[in-house]
């Protein structure tokens, strides 16, 4: 009898159990239980609405838009999959191809991501020096295009001044090539003169020349060396004096502007064109203070801090008292909005991830306050979706482009340059919410091999065709990894390789693609490839670079430029020059921070989702079929 006494209470207790998981996943979500249990569940939510007797859930953001449109049933956002078979389905294709990444094979991507670079700049330097470009199909170098002057999309970048080598400079040190390193360094030193009759942009010239020679100066006079032994001994700061001279042939974009703001362009031998436009936009004018600053510093010369602050400074006071965005235009002599769009895309982003890296390298609090302001303002009227990227139920995390006045949708499209974004949230703390936003644009890079420059999210297809081999994307995958060391990051890298290697590899060069459905080409090897897209891959894979060493603190520019976060760099110089604080900065009415459009969940990620996926299967799945890939 003992027997079956035994027998029955196991089947007394298979019974509960049994009853115990089916009330877990009925009633799991109403009860807030997914948001602990250490499993990815993905809960019906029918099911939920039909025990619990909540009202059916009204139709999302995108299912609004959805249903203006017809879309075959196997697109839906949501399916509604027995649970077993999601989550098994899911695991095998997410969890198996990205828990894991063997350590034979970052060295591989590490060894294709320094062979990229070198066959870039070999062949720049074989068939393009000194031209500013190499056009990598016919093997020529590209300079400006003297015979059409309104060509800007060419003109506003190549000045004549060998721009690739320059930009490229500190690629070589992190790749710890320093015999190369230190012969670029002379051929700049030898060949390359500023006194020329070009008319640039003052936002490419800064970001691009003035700070790689920046950067390269402190790589060669840093006493400890981080990178090796880079230094040149008969070196004696001919790249600050560059650099210094540049920055005085761009201080002219400054004068005779009412606001303060900076006309876009100039003429490094005659100053402002007198044909030049009185409209530039936000970026442009507002992300010169990184490099203009260091300058200052380095030179004990306030100058060029307080004319790049100043323009800052106009900008912010001219931001919405409603909403507290900008836009993306502005009348320089006016102060009006021409461009009313407010994003993290072209004509804004930098101009956001500037306020933040001023303060790391500056420490001058008022840039912190603006940026916590205008991130504030992001999370409330540009950031759509579910509150919590991991957790939840609902859309994806997106932003969007607003009107700046009262934050309503201006457009359904997204550009490629706001894939910073990511990073520029890593940076600041958010991990949790740049997961979400990475993962979708990886999902559009997994579609076409390649970020078209526009992608339309509600028709799912691009607006704007063209890839000029962008870095941003593997920007915030590096830093990405950086923050979590999810393997899952290293497998993106890995994609991005391959589709690098697979679709823009040609004859001499990597060359941009006119077509990222139809993979044509353009005879283009923009100087970004090799400053930032090189770098951010090499760097992703190469866990000993000496950057990554804890004693050798640094930041990226917006060209991806290395700069020292040195102390000497944090003390206030300039008190006696810089206005009050409180007169030179306009107060206006703080937004209301809505806390279910904005992520205010843990900023680190646990230590047991390390060994997982970043993001939940059936949230990865979501967003691919939010870019129609499944």
Request: proline share 5%; hydrophobic share 40%; with cysteine.
């Amino acid at each position: 009898m003992q027997w079956r006494a035994i027998v029955l209470c196991l089947l007394v207790l298979r019974l509960a159990f049994n009853c115990v998981v089916w009330l877990v996943l009925a009633l799991g979500p109403s009860l807030g239980f997914y948001q602990h249990f250490p499993i990815n569940f993905q809960f019906n939510l029918e099911k939920v609405q039909v025990l619990t007797g909540l009202p059916s859930k009204s139709p999302s953001w995108f299912e609004q838009i959805r249903a203006r449109r017809q879309q075959p049933k196997n697109r839906d956002v949501c399916d509604n999959k027995p649970y077993l078979e999601y989550f098994v389905s899911n695991w095998d294709e997410y969890g198996k191809k990205y828990g894991f990444f063997p350590r034979a094979l970052k060295q591989q991507m590490k060894n294709l991501a320094k062979e990229m670079f070198h066959f870039g700049y070999d062949n720049y330097m074989k068939y393009a020096f000194p031209a500013d470009e190499l056009n990598p199909i016919d093997c020529l170098g590209r300079g400006p295009d003297v015979l059409n002057p309104s060509n800007i999309n060419i003109n506003d970048v190549l000045g004549n001044y060998s721009l690739t080598l320059i930009d490229a400079l500190d690629t070589l040190a992190v790749m710890g090539n320093a015999s190369e390193f230190q012969r670029a360094v002379k051929l700049v030193m030898d060949t390359i003169s500023f006194d020329k009759d070009s008319t640039v942009q003052v936002f490419e010239a800064t970001i691009r020349i003035m700070g790689s020679l920046l950067s390269a100066h402190m790589i060669l006079t840093d006493p400890k060396q981080p990178l090796g032994k880079m230094n040149l001994e008969d070196y004696d700061d001919e790249l600050l004096h560059l650099a210094h001279d540049l920055a005085v042939r761009l201080l002219p974009a400054f004068e005779n502007t009412k606001t303060g703001i900076p006309y876009p362009r100039v003429n490094l031998k005659k100053g402002v064109p007198p044909d030049s436009i009185n409209e530039t936009c936000t970026a442009g004018a507002g992300s010169l203070l990184v490099e203009f600053g260091i300058l200052s510093r380095l030179l004990g010369d306030s100058t060029f801090e307080w004319t790049a602050r100043q323009a800052v400074k106009a900008l912010w006071n001219l931001r919405s008292n409603e909403t507290g965005l900008l836009g993306n235009v502005v009348n320089i002599q006016t102060g009006e909005w021409v461009g009313k769009q407010s994003g993290l895309g072209a004509g804004m982003d930098s101009f956001y991830e500037y306020l933040l890296k001023s303060y790391i390298l500056f420490g001058e609090k008022e840039d912190l306050e603006m940026f916590n302001a205008a991130y504030q303002s992001i999370q409330n009227y540009l950031r759509r979706g579910r509150e919590f990227c991991n957790e939840g139920h609902g859309d994806p995390p997106l932003y969007v482009n607003v009107n700046m006045l009262d934050g309503h949708l201006m457009n359904t499209w997204i550009d490629s340059l706001q894939a910073f974004f990511p990073g520029l949230q890593v940076l600041m703390g958010d991990v949790e919410d740049a997961i979400c936003l990475h993962a979708f644009y990886y999902a559009i890079w997994k579609k076409f091999g390649a970020l078209p420059e526009r992608y339309n999210w509600q028709l799912q297809a691009p607006d704007v065709l063209f890839y000029p081999l962008r870095p941003e994307l593997m920007e915030s995958t590096y830093l990405l990894y950086q923050a979590t060391k999810n393997p899952f990051y290293l497998h993106v890298g890995m994609d991005i390789l391959e589709s690098l290697e697979k679709h823009t590899k040609v004859r001499c060069g990597y060359a941009t693609l006119h077509h990222v459905v139809e993979k044509t080409k353009e005879d283009r090897m923009e100087s970004f490839f090799l400053s930032e897209t090189c770098k951010y891959l090499y760097l992703l894979f190469d866990e000993d670079n000496p950057l990554h060493n804890s004693e050798n603190r640094h930041i990226f520019t917006t060209e991806g430029h290395i700069v020292p976060v040195h102390r000497n760099f944090r003390e206030n110089l300039w008190q006696d020059v810089f206005p009050n604080k409180e007169e030179s900065v306009k107060e206006s009415k703080q937004p209301d921070f809505r806390l279910a459009n904005s992520s205010t969940n843990c900023n680190r990620v646990p230590d047991h989702r390390r060994f997982a996926l970043p993001l939940k299967s059936m949230y990865m799945k979501q967003i691919d079929h939010m870019v129609g890939l499944t």
